[in-house]
């Protein structure tokens, strides 16, 4: 069964930078390409940034390019974001989800984790 | 970017009957969309990809189709457990994008 597990989600200030961990299990993780997701509170969903399976392919939305780094450790099954300069607009859950196919070139989402709190506010 | 648009924003139906949800995508997506349910408290599941296709261990009364930028999901006969709200999503075009979402819920 897939698992794919957030954390790192904390309340932090304007301005400062956070990073969140995926733990994956239960599917060979290095097969597929995985995706970073956030939803505001009571709002809908946003794409915020993909991976490939090899991390040749990366792409960001355009409210975080610049700001925002996706990697992952297939060696550790884990995936990754860090956020810098994070502003009170970047207040969302964010979900790990896994996509069915190697390339992140057309995602969609198999498998999403539990999300990772974060609040941006001074 | 292509915008998703959903409709209606709640859809009120009772358990056994039959629900319809509609999304339209603003410019031509193929058949490259996916449909999630999202409960409260939990991450979205999803139930349909490339339009018609039924994602592993989702029931047959869940249907998607599609006319041009047209689409939509059919649940046939409304279970308890369906009420929920439920988004589409385009991955024809980057960035992928998603609709506002339909609230569905007990009438």
């Known amino acids: 069964e897939v698992h794919l597990v957030e954390s790192g989600g904390d309340l932090v200030q304007p301005g400062r930078s956070l990073r969140l961990s995926c733990a994956a299990s239960?599917?060979?993780?290095?097969?597929?390409?995985m995706h970073w997701v956030r939803q505001a509170p009571g709002k809908g969903l946003e794409w915020v940034s993909g991976?490939?399976?090899?991390?040749?392919?990366?792409d960001y939305a355009d409210s975080v390019k610049g700001r925002f780094t996706i990697s992952r450790d297939n060696a550790k099954n884990s995936l990754y974001l860090q956020m810098n300069s994070l502003r009170p607009a970047d207040t969302a859950l964010y979900y790990c989800?896994?996509?069915?196919?190697?390339?992140?070139?057309?995602?969609?989402?198999?498998?999403w984790g539990q999300g990772a709190l974060v609040t941006v506010s001074s | 970017e292509v915008v998703m648009t959903q409709s209606p924003a709640t859809l009120s139906v009772s358990p056994g009957e039959r629900a319809t949800l509609s999304c339209r995508a603003s410019?031509?997506?193929?058949?490259?969309l996916a449909w999630y349910q999202q409960k409260p408290g939990q991450a979205p599941r999803l139930l349909i990809s490339?339009?018609?296709t039924r994602a592993t261990g989702i029931p047959a009364r869940f249907s998607g189709s599609a006319s041009g930028t047209e689409f939509t999901l059919t649940i046939s006969s409304l279970q308890s457990e369906d009420f929920a709200v439920y988004y589409c999503?385009?991955?024809?075009?980057?960035?992928?994008?998603f609709g506002q979402g339909t609230k569905l819920e007990t009438k």
């Open positions: 410019q031509n997506v193929n058949y490259n």
């Open positions: 999503q385009q991955y024809n075009n980057w960035p992928p994008t």
């Open positions: 991976i490939s399976w090899n991390s040749g392919s990366i």
């Open positions: 989800a896994k996509d069915p196919n190697y390339s992140s070139s057309a995602p969609r989402f198999d498998h």
């Open positions: 239960g599917f060979t993780f290095d097969e597929y390409a």
């Open positions: 490339d339009a018609y």
